[in-house]
């Protein structure tokens, strides 16, 4: 693989990332303070390119994306506020890539009129595009013993590795039930 997109992966997925950019020969962080961002490892940190941009000015971070694109690799973790900046990635992943789209535990909850997810739409969609691979990850939470916890960073990290090394249609990190048993 050349060339890695690694959008919304500098906290959590930050482990996730590294194995990203272990895999090609080129990587495009995206955050806010991208300037500051560095794995600590010099094989790594070699391989960054580093684009500053928040998802408030969909157009200017699409147009510095499409300098770097095509992405045989992208994983990213987008708030749900950012459905355009979604779909338009779409069209910057390579003929055979990979997309790794990262989402939060509310992705599955239908709408109140009985609306598909967001997981859901997501998934339909991408499952109709030619040309490149989707995996979805849904982060849950963890029951133990009569309370329950949210992911840690190396269990979501875990969930993301596993989909780039062998991709499934939507990943569960965790569980999602008993929904009302989540932490709160």
């Not at 482990?15 to 020969?25: G, I």
Request: hydrophobic content about 50%; cysteine-free.
């Amino acid at each position: 693989m050349k060339t890695a997109l690694l959008l919304g992966t500098t906290g959590m997925l930050s482990a996730a990332a590294a194995h990203a950019t272990a895999r090609v020969k080129k990587a495009v962080v995206v955050s806010r303070n991208a300037g500051k961002f560095s794995f600590g490892n010099d094989v790594l940190d070699v391989k960054l390119t580093r684009v500053a941009a928040d998802y408030g000015d969909t157009a200017a971070l699409l147009a510095a994306l499409e300098r770097h694109a095509p992405f045989d690799l992208a994983l990213t973790w987008i708030h749900p506020r950012a459905e355009l900046l979604r779909a338009a990635l779409d069209a910057l992943v390579a003929p055979g890539g990979l997309l790794v789209e990262v989402m939060g535990s509310r992705s599955i909850l239908t709408g109140p009129k009985g609306e598909p997810s967001i997981a859901a739409l997501r998934g339909d969609a991408l499952a109709q595009q030619a040309g490149f691979a989707y995996a979805q990850v849904v982060l849950g939470f963890v029951r133990e013993a009569d309370t329950s916890r949210w992911l840690n960073h190396e269990e979501i990290s875990a969930a993301a590795i596993a989909q780039m090394e062998m991709p499934l249609a939507r990943r569960i990190a965790g569980t999602l039930e008993p929904w009302d048993k989540r932490p709160r």
